[in-house]
């Protein structure tokens, strides 16, 4: 099963038109859901919707999420619980940028009926209408029984890891030991396997979206560009089990993955340890 998440834009430029067209589409559900598995529920409240939008409302329904500064996108994705009111609030309120994309996600079924002739048999706050209701139903569908198949408290799953008052340099430790779970298990089977693959992708998608805050920003930016990275080797090997059932190869490879993983982890909290050392003595780095 494909993650709708693995279509996250690289480019964070991208990432507001992603948002949008999802916001619009039917997959939103299955979206919120990954996001509730990355980012566990949070201990202090999220601002509600209004609180977080402030005075950029009316350029978020004129314009699209682009109108929104990173760290409301951030926000977003991070508290997806918030993403299900704002496509009510953009599907109802929305402007044209908001209908044009609400009808390229689902397009009037005949081509050959005239556009004046399509306006009238589905107007567009009600074909908006439409979809608000069908993307709620299925909303609620995914909370009710899609959650449970994202659930794993282990390796970079785990919420504990990101939690704490720590330095750099033990945080970025902490982040390989949690990788190093990976061996604590052999799977001897292709589906426990697969739910180990399944397993660690998740926590290092989940690596890519949280806030790091021990970290200084360009050591943000290298574990979440490493994470990427690491996401697309082990999707392949995720492929190759599915597509050819090599356990032993793949399990092989997927060792591979992770020590690349865990040893780099160590090897950057190794320089954290370094450059800290070299600040506190007065050493140029």
């Not at 994705?77 to 402007?95: A, D, F």
């Not at 697309?232 to 793949?250: P, S, T």
């Amino acid at each position: 099963m494909k993650l709708v998440i693995e279509s996250l834009p690289e480019n964070e430029a991208a990432l507001p038109g992603w948002l949008d067209r999802h916001l619009v589409g039917a997959d939103l559900a299955a979206l919120i859901a990954e996001l509730h598995a990355i980012h566990p529920i949070p201990a202090k409240s999220p601002p509600s919707l209004d609180e977080l939008l402030a005075n950029r409302r009316d350029a978020l329904l004129a314009r699209g999420t682009s109108a929104l500064p990173r760290s409301t996108m951030r926000t977003l994705l991070t508290c997806p619980s918030l993403l299900l009111e704002l496509q009510e609030t953009v599907l109802i309120e929305g402007g044209d940028y908001w209908e044009q994309l609400t009808r390229q996600a689902f397009p009037t079924p005949s081509a050959t009926i005239p556009s004046s002739h399509a306006e009238k048999q589905l107007p567009p706050k009600r074909s908006r209408r439409w979809v608000l209701g069908f993307a709620t139903v299925a909303a609620v569908l995914v909370a009710v029984w899609g959650l449970g198949g994202f659930s794993s408290d282990w390796g970079w799953n785990r919420p504990s890891i990101q939690r704490g008052n720590v330095d750099a340099s033990k945080y970025m430790n902490r982040l390989a030991d949690a990788g190093e779970e990976w061996f604590n298990e052999l799977p001897t089977t292709a589906p426990e396997l697969m739910q180990r693959i399944e397993d660690i992708k998740r926590g290092c998608l989940q690596l890519t979206f949280a806030e790091h805050r021990p970290l200084a920003l360009a050591d943000r930016e290298w574990l979440v560009e490493r994470c990427r990275a690491w996401a697309g080797k082990i999707e392949q090997q995720r492929i190759l089990l599915r597509d050819d059932g090599e356990v032993v190869a793949v399990q092989k490879e997927m060792d591979a993955v992770m020590r690349q993983a865990v040893d780099a982890m160590r090897k950057r909290a190794a320089i954290l340890v370094a450059t800290l050392e070299c600040r506190s003595n007065n050493i140029p780095i």
